[in-house]
């Protein structure tokens, strides 16, 4: 055990957090997400949903200042299905790293191109639609 590592960062998690390098990116992946799929690294939180995992990750994790660092999947044109989720993550982003800049929106498949590219994936069973996140590693300053 170690002292201030949220209990729901798994060591797995924790290794991959400290491997990543500045530019590295991760995708927090909603439940829908095929995460197995994509994955150079696979992650399994199930039972978790996407804000406690993104409030664990950014009290552990720098986001890049130099660059966009945090992406959105964007909603397929025509489907009218809500995303508060979105909302909350900006708050937990805001608070969570005075280098957040906003969330980018991409494409799905070219979100899922992106995410093929990422250094792992974590997959969660987040029931939201369209609630997944790529994060892009910034520097310990």
Do not use: C
């Amino acid at each position: 055990m170690l002292k201030n590592i949220p209990s729901l960062i798994s060591p797995e998690l924790l290794k991959i957090l400290m491997e990543m390098g500045h530019g590295d990116e991760i995708v927090i992946g909603d439940g829908n997400f095929p995460a197995a799929a994509y994955s150079k690294r696979l992650v399994r939180l199930d039972g978790l949903h996407v804000p406690q995992i993104l409030t664990a990750i950014l009290k552990l994790f720098p986001l890049d200042r130099f660059a966009e660092n945090a992406f959105l999947m964007e909603k397929v044109p025509g489907d009218t299905v809500a995303t508060p989720i979105w909302e909350t993550y900006k708050t937990i982003a805001q608070e969570g790293d005075p280098n957040f800049k906003g969330f980018s929106h991409i494409e799905r498949f070219s979100f899922y191109d992106r995410a093929k590219e990422a250094y792992a994936i974590i997959a969660t069973s987040e029931p939201a639609l369209y609630a997944n996140i790529i994060l892009k590693k910034g520097v310990i300053e």
